[in-house]
């Protein structure tokens, strides 16, 4: 935890309101998100018990599984799922924008102008938390592997065809969701979390009722009274006032009111008396729903709390490379591919693992840029500082056949880098990747002055623009920037046996 979130946790406690970690949306939000709330069977591990779901806040859409033990109704229930969640998640293939690049021939060697295309959108699933995310991945694994009717050997329990295809949409999402940045499948409590700081831990921030109330609590009040009411407030029935946000249900809910329901359910199919099933199934629909329509009610409810902010303005960039995803994706559906694997071998593992740290360091990079908020924490780690140009000073170096503009700018700042004249420096926000190297601090008088390296152009005199005048406003960081490219992998063929490649 940086110092800035510690002393906007401190603050939340002082005034009992969550504090702002950031001052635009880091994530991207679709127009028209398609919220999913689960559930789960508590004692098996993706077991689906019931799914709310839809992406119009008044119309939502509950299925429910009334004996999740059943086989048949579980395939039931993803077959369903399927029906409704896969229109959308295909539904966005078909518009598709062409973009050219430049390609080399592998035989002939010469440049050549490759089209491909890019879907215009992609689909977003918003889950309640990271628990959400879990069980969308344990979802997928069970299902697409799964023998259908139109397998030669489909087996004693073949699936409906459209479940396993919905199996390996899940585990792309889910997947992607592992990448820093990514907003194809967004937990809503980790999103909420990055852009406000409660008075509460980070583990407690995982409760999706606790963390809105002190967002917003209600009527005023503070933050940790609301969040307490989330946490334990329970009605005479012992029922908690604010339902767990899922996968798992309360145990009192389980106890009380699920398992009851269940065993009447049973019974009557035991009976074979059909009208009494369906008044068991309407009375565990309804059982499940009044749980999940408060969860449902505070997703939307978080969805409008980050409308707020005003999106980042590289936002769009990393949404594009969810784009990129989803396209391949579909490309691979299209081709015939088999499935993901359960395991990845060691060079595709090794590959997740590098792009997952190149994006990671991206989205600092990018979230600094953006945020004042998120620069902020840099400069209090001592890795960027920010003041106003007090002066300029024209200088050049002539060591070459021709002169190159060298300026000098001194900066006030109450920031205290850790740097020593003759370190590299990098100007955010300048033109882009403009290098600078540090010259001279006057520690008393809080100066800082900058010899600006590159970012000029190649004339004798700076282009406009390129250097910073006196009373304007600027900032350098210690760090680079830009993402550095990791070092390319062996194709899995050249990969040594003792890493899982072809023995020899």
């Not at 059943?70 to 539904?91: I, M, S, T, V």
């Not at 409590?189 to 980070?202: F, N």
């Not at 109330?213 to 009411?229: M, S, V």
């Not at 600027?474 to 040594?496: G, I, M």
Request: hydrophobic residues 40%; proline residues 10%.
């Amino acid at each position: 935890m940086s110092l800035l979130t510690t002393l906007a946790r401190l603050e939340a406690v002082r005034s009992g309101v969550a504090q702002p970690l950031a001052t635009v949306c880091h994530r991207h939000l679709a127009a028209q998100p398609f919220v999913l709330v689960p559930l789960a069977a508590a004692g098996e591990a993706g077991a689906p018990l019931a799914a709310l779901f839809g992406r119009e806040r008044e119309r939502p859409v509950l299925l429910t599984v009334p004996q999740p033990l059943d086989r048949d109704l579980r395939f039931a229930f993803l077959a369903h799922l399927a029906d409704e969640l896969l229109p959308y998640l295909e539904g966005f293939g078909d518009d598709v924008e062409l973009l050219e690049r430049s390609v080399k021939d592998e035989e002939t060697g010469e440049k050549k102008t490759e089209v491909r295309e890019l879907c215009a959108d992609a689909p977003q699933l918003i889950v309640p938390n990271e628990g959400g995310v879990e069980l969308l991945r344990l979802l997928g694994r069970s299902m697409r592997f799964r023998r259908t009717a139109e397998d030669p050997d489909p087996g004693p329990y073949p699936a409906p065809a459209r479940v396993p295809l919905l199996g390996r949409w899940l585990t792309h999402l889910s997947d992607r969701a592992r990448i820093p940045g990514s907003s194809l499948l967004l937990p809503l409590t980790s999103v909420l979390a990055r852009h406000w700081a409660t008075g509460q831990s980070s583990l407690e921030d995982a409760h999706l009722g606790a963390l809105l109330g002190w967002i917003a609590p209600p009527d005023g009040g503070r933050g940790e009274q609301a969040a307490l009411r989330a946490e334990t407030g329970r009605d005479a029935r012992g029922q908690l006032l604010c339902p767990p946000a899922g996968p798992a249900t309360d145990p009192a809910f389980d106890s009380a009111l699920l398992g009851p329901a269940v065993t009447r359910y049973d019974a009557a199919r035991a009976a074979g008396d059909e009208r009494l099933v369906k008044a068991r199934t309407a009375e565990l629909d309804a059982l499940l729903e009044s749980v999940l329509l408060p969860v449902w009610e505070q997703v939307w409810h978080g969805i409008e709390l980050l409308r707020t902010l005003p999106p980042g303005a590289r936002v769009q960039e990393r949404w594009e490379s969810d784009r990129w995803s989803y396209t391949a994706h579909r490309d691979r559906l299209a081709a015939g591919e088999p499935p993901q694997p359960i395991r990845d071998d060691a060079v595709t593992a090794a590959r997740k693992l590098a792009q997952r740290e190149r994006e990671q360091t991206r989205l600092d990079l990018q979230e600094a840029l953006d945020d004042p908020l998120a620069m902020a924490e840099h400069r209090l780690a001592g890795q960027a500082f920010a003041g106003e140009v007090v002066a300029v000073e024209a200088a050049y170096d002539t060591s070459g056949r021709s002169p190159k503009p060298r300026p000098l700018v001194t900066v006030r700042t109450d920031d205290r880098p850790h740097a020593e004249p003759g370190g590299e420096l990098h100007r955010a926000g300048g033109p882009a990747a403009q290098k600078a190297e540090l010259a001279a601090v006057d520690a008393e008088a809080g100066l800082l002055t900058v010899r600006l390296l590159s970012g000029m152009g190649r004339k004798k005199e700076p282009e406009p623009g390129s250097v910073p005048e006196p009373g304007e406003q600027v900032c350098f960081t210690l760090f680079e920037l830009s993402a550095r490219q990791s070092a390319p992998l062996p194709e899995p063929e050249d990969t040594p046996w003792t890493h899982g490649g072809p023995p020899q």
